[in-house]
């Protein structure tokens, strides 16, 4: 009887889906707010992988209600080839709905995600080339078409006549790209549309419901703060907001309604696409993390970035998101990796600073100030309580909780659901 926003505290792929997963087991409602198919969350249950795009992590337990909100971005073909995979592995999908609000990408979107990163050249983002940003983009530009026209064959051809005459002037005429079809579209679109209508609703009525009935309600984020539109390392960051007040606008419900807010972190840092980084290994140490840890990323495929555990950023996530306690994943990738370093604050000229910097042009003045803690080599996959864990483990943790400020409650040491340790 709780509302809980889960939340990434780094740049994402935290292993956000594998707590959900945990979580949804007692929770009645999980809900996705913000992001789109740029998100994958891996989910280990009963020896068989799943990797989730747009449905939530929730969907796993045939009991829970699961709500795609109006902040979400959706692709149609996305989706249905979700569903239709849950399926195949017998999991209904009789309990998920779709804001009638929630923007649809389109083919010009991925399109137009494609050319403007070729035209960004060396400055490129890095994105998962799905068509986030430009979608976004329609949104803030009120242009975009949303869920409800999607399901209305009319008003759908309209829009989407409306839009390719601006967005193929666009692709042809600034990127040199090959126009978009209106017919073929809204053809192929029809399809989508009709084997979506049936999950398409109002979500902020039964979550609302939901929570007045003391519903146990969990937010699913994705991404992470460090990639949120304003407060992540712009512009190197993705087009929604990540930290835990996007649960709020991107689900439709006000912020007295939310009862904990938690972050999910790795033991070490990661990060997919372009932008600073100031813990990134380039040396062995990165290959051996992305290896064991198999850092390669879920919706991509693209090797991850690795480095050390930056307590700066949680820090800034406990701030920016208001984090009660954190999960910290993964702490079995660092078995056996020697000495380990965590990031205390950065050296910024004469002076060290423990705050993450608002502007890049700052961050690039920062170099990581380390402290170094003794590793351990045990493998630490059977242990499922903090006495179980070697000494120099635990210590590593408990450095974390006093640098960030903030409980480290459960602790993930393998990707399987029993794989964690509650404290
Ligand atoms: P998300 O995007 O935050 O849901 O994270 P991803 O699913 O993209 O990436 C996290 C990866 O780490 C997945 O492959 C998970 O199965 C895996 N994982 C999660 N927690 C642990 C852990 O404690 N140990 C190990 N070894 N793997 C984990
Ligand atoms: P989950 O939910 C990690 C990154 C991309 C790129 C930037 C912008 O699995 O943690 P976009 O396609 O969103 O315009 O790309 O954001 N990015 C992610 N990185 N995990 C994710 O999601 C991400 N979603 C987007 O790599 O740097
Ligand atoms: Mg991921």
């Known amino acids: 009887m709780s509302t809980t926003v889960l939340i990434g505290?780094?740049?994402?792929?935290?292993?956000?889906?594998k707590i959900t997963d945990i979580l949804a087991q007692k929770s009645q409602v999980v809900v996705r707010s913000q992001g789109g198919n740029n998100a994958g969350h891996t989910v280990e249950a009963d020896g068989v992988v799943y990797k989730l795009h747009l449905l939530p992590s929730g969907i796993l337990?045939?009991?829970?209600?699961?709500?795609?909100g109006n902040g979400v971005v959706i692709d149609p073909k996305v989706i249905l080839g979700e569903i239709a995979q849950m399926h195949q592995k017998g999991i209904s999908t009789q309990n998920l709905k779709i804001d009638a609000r929630a923007h649809?990408?389109?083919p010009y979107h991925i399109a137009l995600d494609g050319l403007s990163e070729t035209s960004r050249g060396k400055g490129e983002i890095g994105t998962t080339g799905r068509g986030i940003g430009p979608c976004y983009m329609?949104?803030?530009?009120?242009?975009?078409i949303r869920m409800w026209d999607l399901i209305h064959?009319?008003?759908?051809?309209?829009?989407?006549?409306?839009n390719v005459g601006t967005k193929n002037k666009l692709i042809t005429l600034v990127y040199g790209?090959?126009?978009?079809?209106?017919?073929a579209v809204i053809e192929e679109y029809s399809a989508y549309a009709k084997a979506l209508a049936p999950y398409?609703?109002?979500?902020?009525?039964p979550l609302y419901e939901a929570i007045k009935a003391g519903k146990t309600v969990l937010f699913e984020g994705a991404q992470g703060t460090l990639l949120d539109l304003d407060l992540g390392t712009y512009p190197y960051v993705t087009s929604s907001h990540p930290i835990s007040g996007g649960a709020c606008t991107g689900a439709g419900i006000g912020p007295t309604l939310i009862d904990d807010c938690i972050g999910v972190a790795k033991a070490y840092t990661t990060r997919v696409g372009k932008g600073p980084f100031p813990t990134e290994l380039f040396d062995e140490v990165g290959e051996r993390i992305r290896k064991i840890g198999n850092e390669f990323g879920t919706t991509t495929g693209r090797p991850r970035r690795c480095g050390w555990?930056?307590?700066?950023i949680l820090k800034y996530s406990v701030r920016t998101s208001g984090l009660t306690k954190v999960a910290v994943n993964k702490l079995d990738t660092l078995s056996g990796v020697g000495r380990l370093k965590i990031c205390t604050g950065y050296q910024k000229g004469g002076e060290i600073i423990t705050e993450f910097p608002a502007d890049l042009s700052e961050l690039a003045l920062c170099t990581p100030v380390y402290e170094e803690l003794d590793g351990w080599d045990e493998d630490i996959s059977g242990a499922r309580r903090f006495d179980e864990l070697p000494d120099a483990a635990k210590d590593y943790i408990l450095r974390i909780e006093a640098l960030c400020g903030v409980k480290v409650w459960m602790i993930g040491v393998g990707p399987g659901r029993d794989q964690n340790i509650v404290r």
């Open 153 to 162: 064959p009319e008003i759908f051809a309209q829009k989407v006549r409306d």
């Open 309 to 312: 555990f930056d307590a700066v």
């Open 138 to 144: 329609d949104k803030a530009e009120r242009s975009g």
């Open 200 to 205: 398409v609703t109002d979500t902020t009525v």
């Open 104 to 106: 649809v990408i389109m």
């Open 61 to 68: 337990n045939p009991e829970t209600l699961c709500l795609i």
């Open 177 to 183: 790209g090959t126009p978009v079809d209106a017919d």
């Open 9 to 17: 505290a780094q740049w994402g792929d935290e292993g956000k889906g």
